[in-house]
């Protein structure tokens, strides 16, 4: 067995600045010593700038890997996918999903492919997907941009893609099946979502909705 984690080799440095920097992913498998596979010192995976944060996930059912960079600040981000051996190897020849320019802000992958919530030329987000071998520029819309409409998070369940956003500012969620059939889900209450989450090996999704008379 073995796990993938984030660490901040510089965190006792003296200057404060640098701290955070030279943020690096490592894997260990349990019994042995972890070993950096992703990190901007050691010239490790596709990002060399020391203050960029690399985060990594392995979606449920797929043999990849999926690498995030953040500057920390905005919400936009780069990202890579690897074969999940080549990556545990630190050998991985990662290849770009999306730029900044893409404007994605969200993404997430399982057997059927690549999902991305971005704001390219959607001022209120749109969901789109495509294969593993695509790319966020050239997915295909799967819940379009719409008036008065904003779109906020995406997972995916085994069931259907779900989506958590506002009508203006009425929280709303979407339930978009493997087939490509839209469907606007009622909500228990008027108020906000504050998080959506789903696994892509069980049906169905969780949220957390809170509103002016009922916290959450």
Not at 63 to 84: F, H, K, N, Q, Y
């Amino acid at each position: 067995k073995s796990l993938f984690f984030t660490r901040l080799p510089d965190i006792d440095s003296a200057d404060t600045g640098a701290r955070y920097n030279n943020s690096e992913i490592l894997h260990w498998v349990f019994g042995s010593e972890p070993r950096v596979v992703v990190g901007a010192k050691q010239a490790l995976g596709p990002n060399r700038d020391p203050g960029l944060v690399p985060g990594i996930f392995t979606p449920r059912g797929t043999d990849r890997a999926i690498l995030v960079v953040s500057d920390g600040v905005t919400p936009e981000m780069d990202a890579w996918e690897a074969p999940i051996g080549d990556v545990r190897a630190g050998k991985a020849n990662w290849r770009r999903i999306a730029t900044r320019e893409d404007s994605v802000t969200g993404l997430f992958g399982d057997a059927s492919g690549l999902y991305f919530l971005t704001h390219h030329d959607a001022p209120g987000f749109k969901v789109t997907h495509t294969g593993w071998n695509g790319e966020a520029a050239t997915a295909a819309p799967l819940l379009p941009a719409a008036k008065d409409m904003f779109y906020e998070q995406v997972r995916g369940g085994r069931d259907a893609i779900y989506v958590a956003g506002r009508e203006r500012l009425t929280g709303a969620l979407w339930r978009i099946t493997r087939d490509g059939k839209v469907e606007r889900l009622p909500l228990p209450q008027q108020g906000s979502i504050d998080s959506l989450s789903a696994e892509s090996d069980r049906d169905g999704a969780i949220i957390r909705l809170s509103g002016y008379a009922t916290p959450s």
